[in-house]
């Protein structure tokens, strides 16, 4: 069973950069044809998706966040990190990672497994 635990600080002020790490176990973030995704959902909205980090190394990101988001990873820990560079307000929410076999998943049903989700405020 692949899990995941999202981490980082729940409270960020505005214009600074959001960091997250995602740590999987049970599996490798390495595995073919994975892609390990950022997700998040702000109060009262539905889910959007940010970006992935497939199993080569390759990233896909959101058109409308691409400009500020950047995933990476630690393959010696089996870890990959969001980050979200000048954050408003508008960025609180609650962030997941997950994973797919899709590069540009649309849909909840589309993941394989979640993280529990990490709440981020962004508020001086």
């Known amino acids: 069973q692949v899990q995941l635990q999202e981490s980082g600080p729940g409270l960020v002020k505005p214009s600074q950069t959001l960091s997250l790490t995602c740590t999987v176990s049970g599996g490798s973030i390495t595995t073919n044809y994975l892609y390990w995704s950022w997700i998040r959902q702000p109060p009262g909205k539905g889910l959007e998706w940010m970006g992935s980090?497939?199993?080569?190394?390759?990233?896909y990101y959101s058109p409308s966040l691409k400009s500020r988001t950047s995933i990476s990873r630690d393959t010696s820990k089996n870890q990959f990190t969001l980050q979200l560079s000048s954050v408003t307000p508008e960025d609180t929410a609650v962030y997941y990672c997950?994973?797919?076999?899709?590069?540009?998943?649309?849909?909840?049903?589309?993941?394989?497994?979640w993280g529990q989700g990490t709440q981020v405020t962004v508020s001086s």
């Open positions: 997950a994973t797919t076999t899709l590069v540009f998943p649309r849909s909840v049903n589309e993941y394989l497994y």
């Open positions: 980090i497939a199993w080569s190394g390759s990233t």
